[in-house]
């Protein structure tokens, strides 16, 4: 019963005190409106991509067809993770930002300041589905689609090139090694079983070099874009309704407790 009396004399209490309820109440919605509509609207684009398998152009798969439908398209799932950190790197994340002239949207001096910034737009993470889910938000739809999709290609592209630079050293080693095994042909104390030796090592590294070749006209993946981030079908935040209706709330909270503090000091 003394319960039922207090809720009572609360709702009272507010009627009693309503002009004012409201008075705040829609004082905060004209600042929550305000709020909303000075923000910038900022989008959301998500691009899904899968582990590659490097190993498709490895040199026995090439030259064997009997083994060439044995390797999958797709890599080790345990590799996303190291996929991701390199995604993450300051080395793709720049990249992606000159690419994308991203400095139009941070207007920060200082490079090292607007990759920090640029960081904190940006969420990569692995998903319970094994896919490498690349999140970025922006206040261009169209830029935010193609920076998610960039961070991606660009991981390719740089696993690429490292190991397109491994390649090219282990090929320059193999050539140096030709060629001094040919000054040693033009050496004239050489005997015809040494010449014959040298000359079927030649031959021997000739081939490898040219397997090695073969091998780089094959770019594996690292990294394969399953689902583009599409600019269509981006989220727009900050949710403005959402927004003007919690700080309605909030101002109306607001005001229930200073007519209870009021009332109670009264």
């Known amino acids: 019963m003394e319960n039922n009396l207090n809720l009572l004399t609360l709702i009272k209490l507010l009627v009693k005190n309503i002009r004012f309820l409201l008075s705040i109440s829609v004082l905060a919605a004209l600042i929550g409106a305000s709020t909303a509509f000075l923000l910038s609207p900022r989008f959301k684009a998500t691009a899904s991509a899968l582990a590659g398998n490097p190993l498709l152009n490895d040199k026995a798969r090439l030259s064997n067809p009997n083994i060439k439908d044995l390797y999958s398209y797709f890599g080790n799932t345990d590799d996303l993770d190291r996929l991701r950190a390199i995604a993450e790197s300051d080395t793709i994340l720049y990249t992606v930002f000159v690419k994308n002239n991203l400095a139009t949207y941070y207007q920060q001096k200082d490079d090292f300041v607007n990759l920090r910034s640029f960081r904190k737009d940006i969420s990569i993470q692995r998903s319970d589905k094994d896919q490498l889910l690349i999140s970025v938000e922006l206040p ?116 229930c407790v200073i007519v209870a503090i009021k009332n109670r000091l009264a």
């Open 140 to 255: 261009n739809a169209q830029i935010a689609a193609s920076v998610a999709n960039d961070i991606a290609t660009q991981t390719n592209i740089h696993l690429q090139s490292l190991i397109k630079k491994e390649e090219d050293k282990i090929i320059q080693a193999i050539s140096n090694s030709i060629q001094k095994n040919k000054d040693s042909l033009n050496n004239p104390t050489i005997s015809e079983t040494g010449k014959l030796q040298l000359e079927n090592i030649i031959s021997n590294q000739e081939k490898t070099i040219a397997e090695w070749k073969q091998q780089q006209t094959v770019s594996p993946n690292f990294l394969i874009l399953a689902e583009y981030a599409n600019p269509t079908r981006v989220e727009i935040v900050p949710n403005k309704t959402l927004l003007i209706t919690l700080i309605t709330l909030s101002g109306f909270m607001i005001a």
